[in-house]
Structure formats: structure tokens, C-alpha cells
């Protein structure tokens, strides 16, 4: 057996170990599932997908700051795939609620530039534009991601009326910045 397969079998066994854990997770009491993951995180403190699920229990249970640095360092140490997109959705949506919206905007942007098929991460970076004051933007990026990706005989039709009223609703944000900043 090669030293690659090893690690192998190992990451496949702890990733195993972590479905177990969050299959019985009950999201109204995440004290046991933070302590089933705290072992877990001391054997692999470097282990991407150990990070974003120990910061999603933490975030899950109210810890916001904590999550927040968990997060970061679970997209440093190179989660991948749908799990970075989760995560950076996570992690937006955590910094929104922690009142860091320019910061939340920022990473939405990040996100939205690698996965930009992603109607979650649009949701919620229209959550975030909206605590930014920036609500006819924020109304507009809804619309858009209706014509984008919903299928629809009543709304197929008017869709290039829905991304016209979306590009005049964000202008209205647009000129009411320019406004304020004379």
C-alpha cells in the first residue's frame, strides 16, 4: 500500500466521521456536535473541510467571531469545490450579520466571480446589499437571478423586461450614492 493511499483511506475515514457527526447534529443544541468536531479539528488542524464544518457549528450555534476565523482559514488552507462555495456563502452571511456588510460585499464578489452560477451565493450578497443601504440594487440582483435562473412560460416572455427594470432599479442606488457624495 503507497503512503497516497493511506492518506486516502485516512481523509476518507475522517470525512465519514464528519457526515456521522453532522447527521446527527440537532441545529437547536450544537454543543454536542462542537465537541464531537473539537478532536477532530486538534488531530487535523489544517484540514480545510474540518475548518469550514467546525466554523459552520460554531456559526450555527451563535458564535459568530469564532466562525469568522474558521472560515478564513478553511478557504486558506484550500477547501474546494461546493464546499468553497458554501463556505463562502457562510461567511459572507456571517460577516453581514456581524454588521462588516462592505467586508461581506467583498467576499460575495470573490464568490460570485468563482462560482458566478450560484443563485444562493446572489441571494444572500443581496441580503448583504441591501443592510448596505442599497436596497434598489439589492432588489435588482434578485431580479436578475429570477431571469437568470428560473424557467418559466408566464416569465420567460418578459424577461428582458425584468433585466431592463433591474438595470434602472441599480441606477437608482448608483445616482443616489453620486448624490450624497457631492
Same mark, same amino acid.
Given at each position: 500500500?503507497?503512503?497516497?493511499?493511506?492518506? @486516502?483511506? @485516512?481523509?476518507?475515514?475522517?470525512?465519514?466521521?464528519?457526515?456521522?457527526? /453532522?447527521?446527527?447534529?440537532?441545529?437547536?443544541?450544537?454543543?454536542?456536535?462542537?465537541?464531537?468536531?473539537?478532536?477532530?479539528?486538534?488531530?487535523?488542524?489544517?484540514?480545510?473541510?474540518?475548518? =469550514?464544518?467546525?466554523?459552520? +457549528?460554531?456559526?450555527?450555534?451563535?458564535? $459568530? $467571531?469564532?466562525?469568522?476565523? &474558521? =472560515? %478564513?482559514?478553511?478557504? +486558506? %488552507?484550500? &477547501?474546494?469545490?461546493?464546499?468553497?462555495?458554501?463556505?463562502?456563502?457562510?461567511?459572507?452571511?456571517?460577516?453581514?450579520?456581524?454588521?462588516?456588510?462592505?467586508?461581506?460585499?467583498?467576499?460575495?464578489?470573490?464568490?460570485? @466571480? %468563482? /462560482?458566478? $452560477?450560484?443563485?444562493?451565493?446572489?441571494? /444572500?450578497?443581496?441580503?448583504?446589499?441591501?443592510?448596505?443601504?442599497?436596497?434598489?440594487?439589492?432588489?435588482?440582483?434578485?431580479?436578475?437571478?429570477?431571469?437568470?435562473?428560473? $424557467?418559466?412560460?408566464?416569465? #420567460?416572455?418578459?424577461?428582458?423586461?425584468?433585466?431592463?427594470?433591474?438595470?434602472?432599479?441599480?441606477?437608482? #442606488?448608483?445616482?443616489?450614492? +453620486?448624490?450624497?457624495?457631492?
Amino acid at each position: 500500500m503507497t503512503r497516497v493511499t493511506r492518506e @486516502t483511506s @485516512t481523509t476518507r475515514e475522517l470525512y465519514d466521521e464528519l457526515d456521522r457527526i /453532522f447527521a446527527a447534529r440537532d441545529r437547536d443544541d450544537m454543543a454536542p456536535t462542537i465537541a464531537a468536531l473539537l478532536p477532530l479539528h486538534a488531530e487535523h488542524p489544517h484540514d480545510a473541510r474540518v475548518l =469550514y464544518e467546525l466554523a459552520g +457549528a460554531y456559526d450555527t450555534a451563535g458564535d $459568530e $467571531e469564532r466562525a469568522l476565523g &474558521l =472560515y %478564513e482559514q478553511a478557504t +486558506a %488552507e484550500g &477547501l474546494e469545490g461546493d464546499l468553497r462555495r458554501r463556505c463562502y456563502l457562510q461567511h459572507g452571511s456571517t460577516l453581514r450579520n456581524v454588521g462588516r456588510v462592505e467586508d461581506s460585499l467583498a467576499l460575495f464578489a470573490q464568490a460570485r @466571480t %468563482e /462560482f458566478p $452560477e450560484s443563485a444562493a451565493l446572489g441571494v /444572500f450578497e443581496s441580503l448583504s446589499l441591501h443592510a448596505a443601504g442599497r436596497p434598489s440594487t439589492a432588489l435588482a440582483s434578485v431580479l436578475l437571478l429570477l431571469a437568470d435562473h428560473v $424557467e418559466s412560460e408566464d416569465l #420567460d416572455r418578459y424577461k428582458p423586461a425584468v433585466r431592463g427594470n433591474a438595470a434602472y432599479l441599480a441606477s437608482l #442606488d448608483e445616482a443616489s450614492s +453620486a448624490a450624497a457624495a457631492l
